[in-house]
């Protein structure tokens, strides 16, 4: 007797079973991949806060060291290929577990040289120790279950240079006097749609990473910040340090 898939089984072809349960709709269908990947749309996700962020994310790009970057995960909107045409001519890699998201990727960008596209879940990175000056980590963290970011994060820190930076942009802190945590309709939306948001808001990042990044000899400060929406959204840039 046939046992009837769920919507969900029909997409975990190689992904991990929390993104095709919570985000098939948003990251793995095809349909959904090209709605969403509308200035509009992701502008009216994040609350008209989208150029603010992106703006915020390219100043910290612009202090970074000079060598190999990744962006882990790909991403909606033009950030990708802001962050292409600044870098260049070196090679932007980028590292998604989902084919659908790659290929939307590798369409928007006009000279295919500039970027190095590969399938990884960011829980195991297929990329040596210290092979990155810089990773950008754009609006995932909130999205990962916290076992699975404790591993995204301990992969950072691992494939980072012992004198690169991780710049995450994504949620801050709890947010416990902005007006969209207060107002209890709109927090219900938010932690229904993001499940794993709540724990995020409770999640030390720098601890995380000085804790994860000890047996790689690693150490992490932060050493800019800026934060949008009132506090909501931050954009941060972590420098490591340790012994080569």
């Known amino acids: 007797m046939r046992t009837k898939l769920s919507i969900y089984q029909k997409f975990l072809d190689g992904v991990p079973v929390y993104l095709a349960r919570h985000y098939w709709w948003a990251y793995l269908w095809r349909p959904a991949v090209w709605f969403f990947d509308h200035q509009f749309i992701i502008n009216l996700i994040l609350f008209g806060q989208y150029r ?15 060598g190999e970057m990744l962006q882990l995960t790909c991403v909606y909107g033009s950030l990708t290929p802001s962050i292409v045409n600044k870098i260049r001519p070196n090679v932007l890699h ?98 229904k749609l993001e499940p794993f948001l709540a724990s995020l808001w409770k999640f030390d990042i720098l601890s995380a990473l000085n804790e994860l990044g ?31």
């Open 94 to 191: 980028i590292a998604d577990v989902s084919p659908a998201q790659l290929e939307n990727v590798r369409a928007k960008i006009k000279n295919k040289n500039n970027i190095l596209m590969t399938r990884l879940n960011a829980e195991s990175l297929a990329y040596r120790d210290n092979s990155f000056s810089t990773i950008i980590v754009f609006f995932l963290l909130h999205e990962l279950p916290q076992e699975a970011r404790t591993r995204a994060l301990a992969e950072c820190m691992r494939v980072l240079d012992h004198d690169g930076v991780l710049i995450c942009a994504g949620y801050n802190a709890l947010p416990a006097k902005h007006f969209l945590y207060r107002f209890p309709v709109t927090r219900f939306i938010l932690t």
């Open 52 to 66: 603010k962020l992106m703006t915020a994310a390219m100043a910290h790009i612009d202090k970074t060291p000079k």
């Open 214 to 244: 000890r047996p790689f000899h690693k150490r992490a400060e932060s050493i800019a910040k800026t934060e949008v929406f009132s506090s909501f959204y931050h954009v941060t840039t972590y420098q490591i340090s340790g012994d080569r």
